[in-house]
Structures are given as structure tokens and as C-alpha cells.
């Protein structure tokens, strides 16, 4: 029969797969608003959010309770760690994900943008990412991580590039500067779920190995 520590651990671990879902969905929402796609009613959109934000408040409550109750050997102490760490994280792809469906709503020509500097891809690159985050916490799979961070720092490329290109198209088509701009805010809302993402890679790192890491040296740690 398993201890109240164990069910409370696995309460935990059952909470941040719920919450990373609910970014997952989310995420995938802004997407289909940027590419106008059809997606689920405003009101539920809305309601993700709110769900987003009480279970990262409950997971803090059940962090704060086992550390009141319990004395957690190192492994399950990491995991707890690492659970605090990762909700924040995921907290905030929620929020971003808010603001690439309200920026949308401002991108007039937008269709002729996107198609012209291939942000349709970038946009598809951040989706698969959030998918494998979720797939690194569920998994514990160090694979799984060394793909986050390659495919971060082609999403960071890409969106470096996407912006060049946006603020030259401004400068030369007067009529592309309001769409153009709130397409930056997009493509920079984009990059940092990735950064979260890539943070989130980083804590399970910590949670199952012991170290910290940062992705930039990612390779020369795993020898």
C-alpha cells in the first residue's frame, strides 16, 4: 500500500502532466489564431487560462504541504524542486500563448506575411516543441531534452531571421507597418514559449541527473 508521501508525489507529477497538457492546447489555440485556422470558442480559451493558473497555484500548495509534512530524501527533494520550477515555467507559455491570440486579432495581411517570410513553420517548430516538453517531464528522457534544445536554437535562428526580414518589409511598404509590428510581437511571444520550454528541459535534467545545465553546453555535459 503506497505512503501518503508516495500518493502525494504522484499527485504531483499527475498535476504538472495536466497543467502541461493545458499549455500544450493552448499554445496549439495561438497557432491556429495566428494562421487562422479554426479554433475553439473565445470563452474557452479563457477557461484554459484560468485552469492554467489554479493549478499552478495547487501545485505550490502541494510542494509547500509535502515540504511541511515530509522530509524528502535527494531524488524525491529534486523532483519537488524541479515541479515548482516547472510549473512557473509552464504558467507562462499559458500567458504567452493569450498574447499570440490577442496580437493576431491586429494582423490585417496577415496571410501574404506569413506565407511570404514562412512563418507558418516557425509557428509549427514552437508547437512541436511544447509537445516535447511535456514529453521530457512524462519520460525522463535525456533523447527527448537534447532535441528541445537543437530545435530552441533553430527556433531562435529562424525567428531572428523572420524579424530582419519583417522591419526591412516595413521600411520599404508603409501599409505592413501595423500588421508587421504586431507580427514581431507574435514571433518574439513564439520564441520565448520556446526559451520556456528549454527551461523546463533543463529542470528535468537537474530533477533525474543532479546537475544543472544550461542548453548552450548540453553536449560537452553529457561526456
Same mark, same amino acid.
Given at each position: 500500500?503506497?505512503?501518503?508521501? =508516495?500518493?502525494?508525489?504522484?499527485?504531483?507529477?499527475?498535476?504538472?502532466?495536466?497543467?502541461?497538457?493545458?499549455?500544450?492546447? &493552448?499554445?496549439?489555440?495561438?497557432?491556429?489564431?495566428?494562421?487562422? =485556422?479554426?479554433?475553439?470558442?473565445?470563452?474557452?480559451?479563457?477557461?484554459?487560462?484560468? $485552469?492554467?493558473?489554479?493549478?499552478?497555484?495547487?501545485?505550490?500548495?502541494?510542494?509547500?504541504?509535502?515540504?511541511?509534512?515530509? &522530509?524528502?530524501?535527494?531524488?524525491?527533494?529534486?523532483?519537488?524542486?524541479?515541479?515548482?520550477?516547472?510549473?512557473? %515555467?509552464?504558467?507562462?507559455?499559458?500567458?504567452?500563448?493569450?498574447?499570440?491570440? $490577442?496580437?493576431?486579432?491586429?494582423?490585417?495581411?496577415?496571410?501574404?506575411?506569413?506565407?511570404?517570410?514562412?512563418?507558418? %513553420?516557425?509557428?509549427?517548430?514552437?508547437?512541436?516543441?511544447?509537445?516535447?516538453?511535456?514529453?521530457?517531464?512524462?519520460?525522463?528522457?535525456?533523447?527527448?531534452?537534447?532535441?528541445?534544445?537543437?530545435?530552441?536554437?533553430?527556433? $531562435?535562428?529562424?525567428?531572428?531571421?523572420?524579424?530582419?526580414?519583417?522591419?526591412?518589409?516595413? $521600411?520599404?511598404?508603409?501599409?505592413?507597418?501595423?500588421?508587421?509590428?504586431?507580427?514581431?510581437?507574435?514571433?518574439?511571444?513564439?520564441?520565448?514559449?520556446?526559451?520556456?520550454?528549454?527551461?523546463?528541459?533543463?529542470?528535468?535534467?537537474?530533477?533525474?541527473?543532479?546537475?544543472?545545465?544550461?542548453?548552450?553546453?548540453?553536449?560537452?555535459?553529457?561526456?
Amino acid at each position: 500500500m503506497a505512503s501518503h508521501f =508516495e500518493i502525494e508525489l504522484e499527485k504531483l507529477k499527475n498535476v504538472i502532466i495536466k497543467i502541461g497538457t493545458l499549455a500544450e492546447h &493552448q499554445l496549439s489555440e495561438a497557432v491556429k489564431a495566428l494562421l487562422s =485556422e479554426p479554433m475553439v470558442e473565445k470563452k474557452e480559451v479563457k477557461k484554459t487560462e484560468e $485552469k492554467i493558473d489554479k493549478l499552478d497555484v495547487k501545485i505550490d500548495e502541494i510542494c509547500q504541504s509535502i515540504f511541511a509534512l515530509q &522530509q524528502p530524501v535527494a531524488s524525491d527533494l529534486r523532483f519537488i524542486m524541479a515541479s515548482m520550477q516547472i510549473s512557473n %515555467e509552464i504558467e507562462r507559455i499559458g500567458d504567452l500563448s493569450m498574447s499570440v491570440i $490577442k496580437n493576431s486579432k491586429n494582423i490585417k495581411e496577415k496571410h501574404d506575411l506569413i506565407a511570404k517570410f514562412n512563418i507558418a %513553420e516557425l509557428a509549427k517548430q514552437v508547437e512541436i516543441i511544447t509537445v516535447k516538453m511535456n514529453e521530457c517531464f512524462i519520460n525522463r528522457s535525456e533523447t527527448t531534452i537534447g532535441e528541445i534544445f537543437v530545435l530552441n536554437n533553430s527556433i $531562435k535562428t529562424s525567428s531572428d531571421d523572420i524579424i530582419h526580414n519583417l522591419m526591412n518589409e516595413m $521600411k520599404v511598404n508603409s501599409k505592413a507597418v501595423v500588421s508587421g509590428m504586431n507580427l514581431v510581437l507574435v514571433i518574439k511571444h513564439l520564441e520565448r514559449v520556446s526559451e520556456h520550454c528549454t527551461n523546463i528541459a533543463e529542470h528535468v535534467h537537474f530533477m533525474i541527473k543532479a546537475k544543472i545545465i544550461k542548453h548552450e553546453k548540453f553536449e560537452d555535459k553529457q561526456q
